[in-house]
């Protein structure tokens, strides 16, 4: 079993940044993949960034060369920075991750884009 605390959601203007912070705690034997989704109002939730096992590391369309995703294998924990927001980017982000066949997430975090 594992439980994923996601930190650093708020507001901000647009062109700002912010970066959210996801810890992984609890039976972990080994974390495939980590990775950053998000949800607005009225759309379906999408992926937006994720890290397999601490090398590849996939971005949608949208966010490319915006938001970067890491991880510190150590603390077991993933970051998104998300650099030049845009309103559109208003939405509640989840955290989730891959540990030993199981998938899980965060309780979510909300971000909101705003002048």
């Known amino acids: 079993q594992v439980q994923l605390v996601e930190s650093g959601g708020g507001l901000v203007q647009p062109g700002g940044s912010l970066r959210l912070s996801c810890v992984a705690s609890?039976?972990?034997?080994?974390?495939?993949?980590m990775g950053w989704y998000r949800q607005a109002p009225g759309k379906q939730r999408e992926v937006v960034a994720r890290?397999?096992?601490?090398?590849?590391?996939n971005y949608a369309d949208s966010v490319k060369g915006r938001f970067t995703i890491s991880r510190d294998n150590a603390k077991n924990t993933v970051y998104l920075q998300m650099n030049s927001l845009k309103p559109e980017d208003t939405a509640v982000y989840y955290c989730?991750?891959?540990?030993?066949?199981?998938?899980?997430w965060g309780q979510g975090t909300q971000v909101t884009v705003s002048s």
């Open positions: 989730n991750c891959a540990e030993n066949g199981r998938t899980y």
């Open positions: 609890g039976s972990i034997f080994s974390i495939s993949a």
């Open positions: 890290d397999i096992n601490g090398g590849s590391r």
